[in-house]
T-cell receptor, first 115, second 113 residues
Framework: GAVVSQHPSRVICKSGTSVKIECRSLDFQATTMFWYRQFPKQSLMLMATSNEGSKATYEQGVEKDKFLINHASLTLSTLTVTSAHPEDSSFYIC???????????FGPGTRLTVT | LAKTTQPISMDSYEGQEVNITCSHNNIATNDYITWYQQFPSQGPRFIIQGYKTKVTNEVASLFIPADRKSSTLSLPRVSLSDTAVYYCLVGGGFSGGYQKVTFGTGTKLQVIP
């Protein structure tokens, strides 16, 4: 149980284009999902918190107009990187939290490469 | 937010018990302590969670002293496949309220044959 999937697992896009990453909780309902970014040999950095049916809360320094987050249902959250640039190349990881619990379950991550 | 401090790296031989300690001096009353394991290019995997004293599951034990200002993850008889980065996180609580967590630097465990 408590499986989180991400799609795609890796994506390569050209500079200036937009990329959408999906995060799904497969066997549970997640009222809250989180998006992290991880650069090589670094720790995970929280980008934003996504609550079903409401606007996402972004961490300081994360551009909300560049990283669009939508949490339309209790099992799906999407992150869209708009007008991607090479410096946006990173490993993006989502996690989902079961309602009423603290534990987070992480997705397998999405490797984004912007050329 | 409770900040955590862990050793940057550790080496261990196969078959040995490994103990990784995490300091969290400003842990709050309703904070839980959770440990995750991460392999390269994968999302973190939940290992164990506790509030106080000792918690044990099929893969690890978690020791938390009475003052809760630190915790120790114990991995019995490690194998090469346990080579990974281990993160200690502090926050949240089972009250249902959400408190975001911050990942520290983690401890890179290298298991040597």
């Amino acid at each position: 149980g408590a499986v989180v999937s991400q799609h795609p697992s890796r994506v390569i896009c050209k500079s200036g284009t937009s990329v959408k990453i999906e995060c799904r909780s497969l066997d549970f309902q997640a009222t809250t999902m989180f998006w992290y970014r991880q650069f090589p040999k670094q720790s995970l950095m929280l980008m934003a918190t996504s609550n079903e049916g409401s606007k996402a809360t972004y961490e300081q320094g994360v551009e909300k107009d560049k990283f669009l987050i939508n949490h339309a249902s209790l099992t799906l959250s999407t992150l869209t990187v708009t007008s991607a640039h090479p410096e946006d190349s990173s490993f993006y990881i989502c996690s989902a939290r079961v309602s009423g619990a603290y534990e987070q379950y992480f997705g397998p991550g999405t490797r984004l490469t912007v050329t | 937010l409770a900040k955590t401090t862990q050793p940057i790296s550790m080496d261990s031989y196969e078959g040995q018990e490994v103990n990784i300690t995490c300091s969290h001096n400003n842990i709050a009353t309703n904070d839980y302590i959770t440990w995750y394991q991460q392999f390269p290019s994968q999302g973190p995997r939940f290992i164990i969670q506790g509030y106080k004293t000792k918690v044990t599951n099929e893969v690890a034990s978690l020791f938390i002293p009475a003052d809760r200002k630190s915790s120790t993850l114990s991995l019995p008889r490690v194998s090469l496949s346990d080579t990974a980065v281990y993160y200690c996180l502090v926050g949240g609580g089972f009250s249902g309220g959400y408190q975001k967590v911050t990942f520290g630097t983690g401890t890179k465990l290298q298991v040597i044959p």
